[in-house]
């Protein structure tokens, strides 16, 4: 449920504020948007094998290492710095940018640091961190259809 709820957070961040999101046209805006997506779609697919490992590690009773955690931690960094990076190209920076940032370093330490935590507890911190974001940026959206949000 925990990788469920991390799954769909990542397609509400996504979707729910990039629908009111314009590309800038300038080459830098383009770029960034199109090189960033990259990093978006490798970071949900690292996340999705972090999750797997959580799920075996708690199905055998095992602990997770570094390298189990790390896929979760990393991917989804690398995904909140994707969409950081192409808000700033594309927007400029704001608490959106600093915000995500935040979490992504956030995640990472937690990934890296691991504190002695469970499978269960440590993708639950990771959910808590990222449902927690998408919570606070999408009821500070503006409404759909503002022709331009100050987010």
Do not use: C
Not at 5 to 34: C, E, K, N, Q
Not at 71 to 86: F, K, R
């Amino acid at each position: 449920m925990l990788g469920f709820a991390i799954a769909a957070t990542i397609w509400w961040l996504y979707f729910g504020i990039f629908r009111s999101m314009p590309v800038d046209h300038r080459f830098g805006g383009r770029f960034v948007w199109a090189q960033g997506h990259l990093l978006v779609f490798a970071g949900i697919a690292a996340a999705a094998v972090g999750v797997e490992f959580a799920v075996e590690a708690a199905a055998h009773g095992e602990s997770l290492e570094l390298a189990d955690r790390l896929p979760l931690g990393a991917g989804l960094g690398a995904y909140l710095a994707a969409l950081a990076a192409i808000r700033r190209a594309n927007r400029g920076a704001d608490w959106v940018v600093s915000m995500r940032l935040g979490i992504a370093g956030a995640v990472l330490a937690l990934a890296i640091a691991g504190l002695g935590l469970g499978p269960l507890s440590f993708v639950a911190l990771v959910a808590v961190l990222l449902v927690g974001k998408a919570a606070v940026e999408l009821t500070r959206a503006p409404p759909r259809g503002s022709p331009h949000p100050t987010g």
